[in-house]
C-alpha cells in the first residue's frame, strides 16, 4: 500500500471513530449504582486514598529522600536495588496467591491481610538502636521497605480485583475513575501531611512513615466493613485478632507517646473481637488443600492463556508501559532533587501539583473509556507520558529554562490519573470472569517483573555506567514506545465468555481442590 492510500485509510478509520464517538455519546449512560450503593463505592475508593497515600509518602517522595540524604548516606543504587528485590517477591508470588483468592472465592480478606502486614511494617522504616552505624540503619530499613512494600504490591491485587464486586461492564470505568480521582486526594493528604511533620514541626522522617501507617490504616478500614462480596461474610473477629498481634509487636519496637497509642489500639481490637463469630476463610477444607487446588488451577489456566484474544499480548505490553511509567514515579523526587536542587518544600509543592493534575483528569478519563473504550483512552495517556519524559530531558540535556521542568508534574499527573482509569477495565475486558482473581496476579505479576526491570536499569544507567539520570529517562521513552507498538495488536471489543468461565459456574472440583458449598 503506497503512503497515500495509508495516509487515506487512516483518515477514514479516524472519521468511523469519531462518529462512532459521537453516536456512543449521546447514548444514557448506565448509573454507577446499578450494582453497588454509592456508600459501599465510596468505601471502596478510601481504599485507594488509603494505600496512594502509603505510595506517594513511602514509594514515590520521602523514603527515597531519606536513603540518599546526607545522615544516612545511600545513593541511587541502594533504594533501586530494594525495589529490585520487593518487586521480585511479587513477581514470583502474584499468580499464586491471586489464585488462592479464587479458591476461596473471596478477595477482603486477603486485602486486610496484606493491609495490616504493610502498614506494620511501614511503621517500622527509620527504626535504629543505639550504637548502630549508618550503614546498619540503612540496611535494615532497606529490608523493612522490601517487606512493606511487598505487601502494599501484593494488596493490589485483590484491591483490582474487587472493581468486579462494585461494578457492571457499563459503568466500571466511571467506578474505577472515581477509585482513581478519590485515590489522588491520598496524595494530597500524605504530601501535605509530611510537610508539615517536617517543615513546620521539625519532626524526623521516621515520624513521616509512622504518620503514614496510620493514615493507611484509617482510611482502609471502611473499604473493609462497607465492601462486601457476600452479605453473609464475616472475617471482623479473626483479622481484629490478627490485628492487634501487630499492633501489640510495634508498640514493642517504638518508643514515645505512639508506643502507647498502639497498645490501646491493640487493646480495642481484641475487645472487638469477642463474641461474634467469624467466616471461615476457605468453604471447604484446609488451606492446604487450597493451595493444592491452587496450583492445580494456576497450571490449567496458563496451559489456556492463548485461547482468551488479546490478554497474552495486553499482558506483554503492560509489562513494558508500566515499567517506563512506575519507574520515573519511583526516581522522580531524586531525580528533581539531585539535577534541580529542590528542598523539601519544593518538592512537597513539585508533587502536589501532579496529584491535582491526578484527580481532575482521573474522573474526565474514567467518563472517556465508558464513551471510547479503553484502548483509545490507553492510547492517549501513553502519549501524555511520551511528552513528560521529553520534557524531563530536554530541560537537561538542551539546556531549557529551568522553570519548564514544573509544568512536568502537570503532564505526569493526567497521565498517571489516565493509565490506571484505562488500564484496568482493559483488563477486565479481556478476563474471563471464572478466574479474575488469578490473572489479576498475572496482571500484577508482569507489572511489578517490568519494575524490577526499571529500578535495575536505572541503578546500571546512573551509578554503574555513569551516564546521569536524563539518559535512565531517555531509556524509559524507549521503554514505553515498544509498549505501545505491542498494544496496537490488542482490541477492547467485550468478549462472550462460554458458561464454564462464567464466574457462577460450578464445576466438579478438581481432587485436592476446594469446591464452593451452597
Known sequence: MSPVKRILSKTRELKEKVKDFNEE????????????????????AFYDLGNTIFSVV???VYFSLWVVSDDIGGTDSDYGYANVASMALVFLTAPIIGALSDQARRRMPFLFLTTLLCVAFTALLGYEKDGWSRGTILTVSLVIFVIANYFYQAGLIFYDSTLATISTPGNRGRIGGIGIGVGYFGSLIGILSALFLLTFLGFPYQTVFQATAMLFLIFAIPCFIFVKETPQDNFWPSLMVLMAILLGLNSWLIEGLIQYILI???????????????TPLFREGSIVDAVSGTFSQLKATLSMLDQFPGLSRFLVGRLFYT???NTSITFAAIYVTKEFGMTDTQIGIYTMIGVFSSIVSAFLWGYLVDIIGPKITLNMVLWVWFATFSLLISTVWLGLPTWMIWIAPFLAGVAVGGMW?????????????????????????VGRFATIIGPLSWAIIVDELGFGRPAAIAFLFFVMAVGYVILQGVDDNPREWPPELQADYEPEPPRGAIGRSR
Open 323 to 325: 515499567d517506563a511509567a
Open 264 to 278: 490501646i489500639s491493640a487493646f480495642v481490637c481484641l475487645i472487638s473481637s469477642f463474641n461474634t463469630k467469624t
Open 58 to 60: 513511602i514509594v514515590s
Open 25 to 44: 455519546r449521546k447514548k444514557p449512560k448506565e448509573p454507577i449504582t446499578t450494582k453497588a450503593s454509592k456508600f459501599s463505592i465510596f468505601s471502596w
Open 421 to 445: 482509569c484505562a488500564d484496568r477495565p482493559y483488563m477486565l475486558v479481556l478476563t474471563p470472569p471464572r478466574y479474575i482473581g488469578q490473572f489479576y496476579g498475572l496482571y500484577s505479576m
